[in-house]
Nanobody, 121 residues
């Protein structure tokens, strides 16, 4: 059974930084591409970043490119999202998920509880 646990969210001022973590169990993490999604208040969930199994290839949505960095530690079954230069519009619940390469996996359903990021102006 796939279980993904997100952590590291919090309240931060604009311009600040946070590092999110996603710890996985129930999957063969070392061969699984992974990604980060976020859902702002009152909006649809959006796909913001992905990383292939080895960490050699990454994808970023334009909204976070240059500010966020995705990485992974396969030995720890953990993926990270370093978020710098945060803006109020980054406020959202952040989720991790398996991806299909560097794209969202349409049939993914094992969403965790997410971690709340709030950026104050």
């Amino acid at each position: 059974q796939v279980q993904l646990v997100e952590s590291g969210g919090g309240l931060v001022q604009a311009g600040g930084s946070l590092r999110l973590s996603c710890t996985a169990s129930g999957i063969i993490f070392i061969i699984t591409a992974m990604g980060w999604f976020r859902q702002p208040p009152g909006k649809e969930r959006e796909f913001i970043a992905a990383i292939n199994w080895s960490g050699d290839f990454t994808y970023y949505a334009d909204s976070v490119k240059g500010r966020f960095t995705i990485s992974r530690a396969n030995a720890k079954n953990t993926m990270y999202l370093q978020m710098n230069s945060l803006k109020p519009e980054d406020t959202a619940v952040y989720y991790c998920a398996e991806t299909e390469g560097l794209r969202p996996r349409a049939d993914f359903g094992a969403w965790g509880q997410g971690t709340q990021v709030t950026v104050s102006s």
